[in-house]
């Protein structure tokens, strides 16, 4: 079975890993960036939940996993306290499921 990993600050990931999922906190670039291309070659890793800011960090990188199917599913999520935008949420479904909500 895969796994669900996050990566963000570290309210997101202590926040997830109250229902079980682990994850990696940071908002540096260089350890963000090597920890998404670590797990992108996990083998284990089916989906990784990115919070916003780290996500701005690695739009490349993140751009780079949604174009190869082979790669684990990245899907941004929202920062701690801030008011999410649907349209992301709903586009990357769409990617992922071919079905537009």
Do not use: C
């Not at 996050?6 to 682990?22: M, R």
């Not at 992108?40 to 690695?58: K, M, N, Y």
Request: glycine share 8%.
């Amino acid at each position: 079975m895969a796994r669900i990993y996050v990566l963000g600050n570290a309210d997101a990931v202590l926040g997830f890993s109250l229902v079980g999922i682990e994850g990696h906190a940071t908002i540096d670039p260089a350890d963000a960036a090597a920890h998404l291309e670590e797990l992108r070659w996990a083998g284990d890793v089916g989906l990784i939940l990115v919070t916003e800011e780290v996500a701005d960090l690695l739009r490349s990188q993140i751009a780079e996993l949604l174009a190869d199917p082979s790669a684990p599913l990245v899907l941004e999520v929202p920062d701690p306290g801030s008011v999410p935008e649907l349209g992301k949420l709903a586009d990357a479904l769409k990617r992922a499921m071919g079905i537009p909500l």
